[in-house]
């Protein structure tokens, strides 16, 4: 099966700060047909105006992924870690028990523009936990690098759930192919650019779900950047 799921189409929240898309019910955006994917439960494009941010807030039992496109985004936790992400950096947070944090853009004259990735854990009231890696441009060239798994293979991020998400840079010739597994959904999310994934055109913002496949196919890109997501049922 394969669904598409147009950049158009997802949720928008414009406020004076904020300019967000939901690819599934976020907040007072609600659909329910789009209530998630397996475990992935929310995909967020944000972009945080100069001066703005995220107040101090909290969150329970969520692995919670932040994927960075363009600018900064400053972040501080109960847990006392203090950090700056930028554009290659993945940030995990497992929230676990229960953790507060912030998150700013501090620059005067930039917008930050990143992705906010939430999955469901398969393991509840966890001490809560953080991590940061950066994954460069040449490593995802051309091909899809494992960025997020469940034991921390390849040097990706560790996330508490079955689940695997790849990154990918792909323009012109450069094709890649993901094997699935028979019985695991994927979900694909192309961050920007354009891309043809399992002979389907897709353009910013635009994702789609596949189940009962063997393959992801990459191909025809045109300055795109991908992510997918191998997902448990």
Known sequence: MLEIR??????????????????F?????????????????????????????????GHRDMEIIS?????????????GTGSVIRP?????????TGVRHSEFNHAKDQTTHFLQIWIQPNVNGIPPSYEEKNFSAEEKRGRLRLIASSDGADGSVLIHQDA????????????????????????????????TVNGVELKTGDAVKLSDVTTVDISDGQQAEVLVFDLVR
């Open 25 to 57: 019910s976020f907040a007072e955006y609600y659909d329910e047909k789009h209530m998630g994917f397996g475990p992935l439960r929310v995909i967020n494009e944000d972009r945080v105006h100069a001066g703005g941010g995220f107040g101090t807030h």
């Open 164 to 195: 695997k998400l790849y990154a990918g840079l792909f323009d012109g010739a450069e094709t890649a192919s993901l094997p699935i597994a028979v019985g695991r959904l994927a979900y694909v999310h192309v961050a920007r650019g354009a891309v």
């Open 88 to 96: 290659g950096d993945v940030q995990r947070m497992s929230a676990g």
């Open 67 to 79: 994927y960075v496109l363009e600018g900064e985004l400053a972040h501080k936790d109960s847990m």
């Open 6 to 23: 147009k950049s158009e189409d997802r949720g928008h929240a414009n406020h004076s700060w904020l300019d967000s898309y939901h690819s």
